[in-house]
C-alpha cells in the first residue's frame, strides 16, 4: 500500500541554524516525492518534487530535499532557517504506476525562534 | 496568472443539507483535484478529475461527488451534511496529471451545525 510518514509532529530551530523535516514513504513502483507548506489560513504551496535524476532537489525558498531510495526517505531541509520559515510542512508521494493517488502525510509544523 | 480561486471561502449550513463549493483552476490546467483537511484526519484525497472525467477517488461516501466541466471548473457536492462534514475543502489543479505539481487554492471552510 502506498504511505507516507512524517514522524515528527513539531520541528522547533532557532534562526540562522540548519533545519531538516522529516519524510519517509512506502510505494510499490517509483516514487513521486512533494513537498509542499502551508500558512496559517492559506492554501498549500508547491516547495520542490523528485520524479528522476539527481537525488537532491532544490526548490523555493532556499529549500531542498534529499532523496535516498535505500532508506525510503526524502527530508526537506535548509542551511539557515528564518522566522519567516515558520508554518505546516507536508510531504506528499504519487505512485504513479498504481494506485495514481496524491496520498499526504500528517505534516510537520516548523516553528523558528528568533 | 491568476491562481486557483474557490468559493465561497466561508460557509455554514445545518446537517442534514446539502452544499456545493466551487473551484476555478488557473488557466490552462486541466487537472482538478478536491482534499478534505481536518485537524484529525489531515489532507485526506477526495477525487480528481482531467478533462471533465473523474480519474481518481478517495474513500469517502457516496454523499460526496464532484464534476468537471469543460472550460476546467470543477464543483463538488456534499449531500445530507454531518458534524464531521466541517473541514477545510481544499482544490488543486495542475497542468495535467503525475508528475505535475498541484497548486492549491486557498479552501473553503466549511462548517456544519
Known amino acids: 500500500a502506498q504511505s507516507v510518514a512524517q514522524p515528527e509532529d513539531q520541528v522547533n530551530v532557532a534562526e540562522g541554524n540548519p533545519l531538516t523535516v522529516k519524510c519517509t514513504y512506502s510505494?510499490?513502483?517509483?516514487?513521486?516525492l512533494f513537498w509542499y507548506v502551508q500558512y496559517p489560513n492559506r492554501g498549500l504551496q508547491f516547495l520542490l518534487k523528485?520524479?528522476?535524476?539527481?537525488?537532491l532537489v532544490k526548490g523555493s525558498y532556499g529549500f531542498e530535499a534529499e532523496f535516498n531510495k535505500s532508506q525510503t526517505s526524502f527530508h526537506l531541509k535548509k542551511p539557515s532557517a528564518l522566522v519567516s520559515d515558520s508554518a505546516l510542512y507536508f510531504c506528499?508521494?504519487?505512485?504513479?504506476?498504481?494506485?495514481?493517488?496524491?496520498?499526504f502525510g500528517t505534516g510537520t509544523r516548523l516553528q523558528v525562534f528568533p | 496568472k491568476a491562481g486557483v480561486t474557490q468559493t465561497p471561502r466561508y460557509l455554514i449550513k445545518t446537517r442534514g443539507q446539502q452544499v456545493t463549493l466551487s473551484c476555478s483552476p488557473i488557466s490552462g490546467h486541466r487537472s482538478v483535484s478536491w482534499y478534505q483537511q481536518t485537524p484529525g484526519q489531515g489532507l485526506q484525497f477526495l477525487f480528481e478529475y482531467f478533462s471533465e472525467t473523474q480519474r481518481n477517488k478517495g474513500n469517502f461516501p457516496g454523499r460526496f461527488s464532484g464534476r468537471q466541466f469543460s472550460n476546467s471548473r470543477s464543483e463538488m457536492n456534499v449531500s445530507t451534511l454531518e458534524l464531521g462534514d466541517s473541514a477545510l475543502y481544499l482544490c488543486?489543479?495542475?497542468?495535467?496529471?503525475?508528475?505535475?505539481?498541484?497548486?492549491f487554492g486557498p479552501g473553503t471552510r466549511l462548517t456544519v451545525t
Open positions: 510505494v510499490s513502483g517509483n516514487p513521486y
Open positions: 523528485y520524479i528522476t535524476g539527481d537525488n
Open positions: 506528499a508521494v504519487r505512485d504513479i504506476l498504481n494506485t495514481d493517488k496524491l496520498i
Open positions: 488543486a489543479s495542475s497542468l495535467g496529471q503525475g508528475v505535475d505539481e498541484q497548486y
